[in-house]
């Protein structure tokens, strides 16, 4: 599935909630897992990330430090 990155807010201390808008839907459940690529000029950064919206909502977000 692919997203496009919508919004970054800071939580709290270096806590931050990152939100993409999805481009195809995407079936999760609360609290899973996902891994999230970052294309770059010489190579692509995989990460894995807990999802803390809900599978209702339009976009996805996770938690980062």
Same mark, same amino acid.
């Given at each position: ?16 909630? @990152?939100?993409?808008? @999805? ?30 919206? @809900? ?7 996770? @938690?980062?430090?």
């Amino acid at each position: 599935t692919q997203a496009d990155f919508a919004n970054k807010e800071l939580l709290m201390g270096n806590i931050w909630e @990152l939100t993409f808008q @999805l481009l195809s839907p995407f079936d999760f459940t609360p609290g899973q897992y996902t891994d999230i690529t970052v294309p770059s000029l010489n190579s692509d950064t995989t990460r894995t990330f807990s999802i803390i919206s @809900l599978p209702s909502e339009p976009q996805i977000s996770i @938690l980062t430090k």
